[in-house]
């Protein structure tokens, strides 16, 4: 089956079983302004044969962009030379042969799927959440990362898969979406209605992993606010964002959304941009109502100030560019956008 057709069915779920247009119409949309994900757009192609750069990272000195790709692989975008080279595996025993240019799912959990990416800009590393390998961080220097946690409270992470870091303590904040089912099988967590997701802290100074939040369903982006006091987490089976107030580790309600959300990435202004990451071709209406409030029938993603206020809204007018939306990173005022599925890393440069 195709993925688009997987994508339409589970957005029938989404809204049949889960959807509740009543949050939507609740959120203030007062000053939201549309930009146009077409308009000054263009594509950085990813090396032959490999897709899926989920998540979008810049190092400590703003160079970049690293993407984690289908094989396995974590690539750096060399800008002078217009090329892309190798710079980190999340697997220790990656077979290059075997594994470099992969197009076999069943072998992602020996070549390793890196979903989240994330710099300390305190220590230059590289922060990696690795779907089979768990939570992992390389140096600057790149190479094979190395492992830091693989399970919590003794259960075994099953779908590692967003992550955030505040760089005042070096606590990295993240989540394990499912602890049944692997990515290779996430339809699994959609379509049982799966609970068993996960929002995790690891200590650099313990070692310890504590669990902040069980019972979530496809736990998948999170983001810390500009003051680390709380934050965001993606809920995407339920269309929802929570907020986690680290204080006293309070999970409030903090925003519906016509589609299924995936990263969240905070930009310098401690703006929030959320990805909408669901199938397009079926518009049932409580995603069309949903989507009207936000000015716009195709919302690829949606940026929030704290409180929660929608302020700028991408629209991607139905292009086949902007299908598959999983991140958007915004660096220096550009929208660079990260895909699951996609053969490249989309670029919208600053207007």
Request: glycine share 8%; with cysteine; hydrophobic share 40%.
């Amino acid at each position: 089956m195709k993925l688009s057709h997987i994508l339409g069915y589970s957005l029938v779920f989404f809204m049949i079983f889960v959807f509740d247009p009543a949050y939507v119409v609740s959120q203030s949309y007062e000053a939201v302004s549309i930009r146009d994900g077409l308009k000054d757009y263009s594509q950085v192609e990813l090396p032959q044969s490999v897709f899926g750069s989920e998540s979008v990272a810049f190092d400590c000195h703003g160079k970049g962009p690293y993407v984690g790709v289908s094989d396995g692989r974590i690539l750096k975008w060399q800008d002078t030379k217009k090329a892309w080279t190798d710079f980190a595996v999340t697997s220790p025993h990656r077979n290059k042969k075997l594994c470099d240019g992969l197009t076999n799912k069943n072998l992602e959990s020996t070549c390793g799927r890196p979903l989240g990416l994330k710099f300390n800009s305190a220590t230059c590393d590289l922060y990696i959440a690795d779907a089979y390998f768990g939570l992992l961080v390389v140096g600057p220097g790149g190479g094979v990362a190395k492992q830091l946690a693989t399970s919590a409270e003794g259960v075994p992470f099953k779908f590692t898969n967003a992550l955030d870091i505040d760089t005042q303590t070096g606590e990295v904040y993240f989540t394990d979406s499912s602890i049944l089912f692997q990515r290779r099988v996430y339809m699994s967590i959609i379509i049982s209605g799966d609970r068993t997701g996960r929002l995790l802290k690891y200590d650099p100074r313990t070692k310890n992993v504590h669990v902040l939040l069980k019972g979530l369903q496809f736990p998948n982006g999170v983001a810390l606010s500009k003051d680390n006091s709380f934050l965001l987490l993606a809920e995407s089976t339920t269309f929802k964002i929570l907020k986690f107030q680290l204080g006293n580790s309070k999970a409030t309600f903090f925003a519906q959304l016509p589609r299924s959300p995936d990263n969240i990435k905070r930009n310098a202004k401690g703006e929030f941009w959320v990805a909408l990451n669901s199938g397009r071709k079926i518009q049932l209406q409580n995603e069309i109502e949903g989507a009207k409030n936000l000015k716009t029938l195709d919302p690829v993603a949606v940026k929030f100030d704290e409180k929660g206020n929608v302020i700028e809204v991408l629209d991607g007018d139905y292009g086949k560019q902007l299908n598959s939306v999983s991140e958007v990173e915004e660096h220096e005022g550009s929208l660079w956008i990260g895909s699951a599925v996609q053969p490249y890393v989309g670029l919208i440069i600053k207007a």
